[in-house]
């Protein structure tokens, strides 16, 4: 029997967890306790490396590829990436995941995961007990038994036992993010679990059951599949393609319309950390139930979790309070407020400030990096690189770079050239470029990505100031 693939989904832009997680940084790809821990992403993949599983594939943005393929490095992990141009939420995600695995064997398992959960329990014997019926072509969807109403989570309803398959539920009906009085009504029955997100099936089974919902969106991805380019381990979807699929997830498109779901209990402890609240959760308490990351004093304070990366937070009196500072900004709240968090990331948006995609600031080993500029034209970003140094800046359509101060060295894959003050290059749009400062002195190079404002077909996302260093 052949084993699971993994498929990790890195996407979402984590708005309930700013403003460490910004729309260019999501929270998968931090820490998960302390500067010194893995990352949200990095313990997902750890957490399938046993003989159940195979290599995982990873889809992510084209964003977000140095980082993953940075963080999978330090795992010494391989791994197959589909890069996708535009965000379509998990269902195309998914699909060309399984599209990619039933190349080899259609029959194969795979295991949807999302990569900014924390899980802890056997979870090898948990995915291992529903296996045959994935082999025999269940959707099986794990559920997770509520410990209060939470209404940031969606519900999978109980619909009774299958005589053919021990242990496992028949689904009655989905509940999607209830309101606290229906919330609270579905945990006193007992029959409701919450939904973890995490799906078994055989990749034949979800291409079949995508082709009869949705074929519109199964047509989209088998051609972005196909018109895809091809790497060393990398799939790159074809933009063109894939903005004809529906921007919708494989619960709407597929699990809430087939008769093949099932739903396993899952006996774990399980956070999807989709707040504040949620990491002081999952938190190491002190005496008083804080939870401190950074430089904290406190005083007649209790219940309060507070992340301070550069400097001295002091506490006096205030309990249950949330204090997360970072050097662009700053968020006080309180432990149950922390859903509306992505209220005041709606209203960053709308008045387009940076705060909103990336930190305004952020000094690298290779030098440093602010935020010039954001209109509706284009985003503009100064780097400063330091003597001897050398960043990558991933492949988007109009991005381009103006010589400053100094001279540096680019070289995207094809040709090498010298950049003095005055000249500018066009990056390519589909490799990394490299720059590199071989003089011994700082030089100043001038980012500017355009938008779809001006530039038909690109996304109106901005991209990603560059943050890995070779």
């Not at 979870?123 to 269940?138: E, K, N």
Request: hydrophobic share 40%; net charge neutral; with cysteine.
């Amino acid at each position: 029997m052949s084993k699971i693939v993994p498929v990790i989904l890195c996407g979402g832009s984590g708005t309930r967890l700013w403003p460490m997680s910004r729309s260019q940084s999501p929270k998968q790809f931090h820490p998960v306790d302390g500067p010194a821990s893995l990352s949200f992403f990095q313990t997902t993949v750890q957490r399938h490396r046993s003989d159940l599983y195979d290599a995982p594939i990873v889809v992510t943005s084209v964003t977000h590829l140095t980082t993953v393929r940075r963080q999978l490095a330090e795992l010494q992990c391989p791994a197959r990436i589909i890069a996708e141009p535009v965000a379509r939420n998990t269902g195309p995600a998914v699909l060309a995941a399984a599209l990619q695995i039933a190349q080899t064997d259609p029959k194969s398992l795979m295991l949807v995961l999302p990569s900014d959960h924390v899980i802890s329990g056997d979870m090898d014997s948990v995915i291992s007990g529903p296996m045959q019926a994935a082999h025999d072509g269940r959707i099986v969807l794990f559920g997770i038994t509520p410990t209060y109403p939470e209404t940031g989570y969606g519900y999978i309803v109980d619909g009774g036992a299958f005589a053919t398959h021990p242990g496992l539920r028949r689904v009655a009906h989905f509940v999607e993010k209830p309101p606290l009085s229906q919330a609270t009504t579905l945990v006193a029955t007992g029959d409701a679990f919450w939904a973890s997100g995490i799906s078994l099936f055989a990749a034949e089974t979800i291409i079949s059951e995508m082709r009869r919902c949705d074929r519109k969106t199964y047509d989209a991805v088998v051609t972005a599949c196909e018109k895809g380019e091809k790497r060393t381990g990398e799939l790159h979807l074809n933009t063109d393609a894939l903005r004809r699929a529906r921007s919708e997830p494989t619960e709407r498109i597929v699990f809430e319309n087939s008769e093949r779901v099932v739903l396993f209990p899952a006996n774990l402890v399980w956070n999807d950390v989709g707040s504040w609240t949620s990491i002081h959760g999952i938190g190491r308490p002190d005496a008083q139930g804080n939870v401190f990351h950074g430089d904290v004093i406190a005083t007649e304070t209790e219940g309060a979790l507070v992340h301070s990366q550069d400097r001295l937070v002091a506490l006096v009196g205030v309990p249950n309070v949330i204090v997360i500072d970072t050097p662009d900004a700053l968020l006080v709240t309180q432990r149950g407020r922390c859903q509306d968090v992505k209220k005041i990331v709606e209203t960053l948006r709308k008045e387009e400030r940076v705060e909103a995609s990336r930190h305004r600031r952020r000094d690298h080993a290779w030098g440093q990096s602010s935020n010039l500029m954001r209109s509706g034209a284009f985003d503009m970003s100064i780097l400063r690189l330091y003597a001897g140094n050398t960043l990558e800046i991933d492949p988007l359509p109009g991005r381009r770079l103006i010589m400053v101060e100094g001279n540096v060295d680019m070289f995207d894959g094809l040709q090498r050239r010298k950049l003095s003050p005055g000249e500018h290059a066009t990056l390519d749009t589909q490799v990394l470029s490299r720059v590199t400062n071989f003089s011994d002195k700082t030089a100043e190079v001038l980012l500017m990505t355009m938008t779809s404002s001006i530039m038909a077909g690109t996304s109106k996302s901005f991209a990603p100031v560059p943050t890995h260093v070779s």
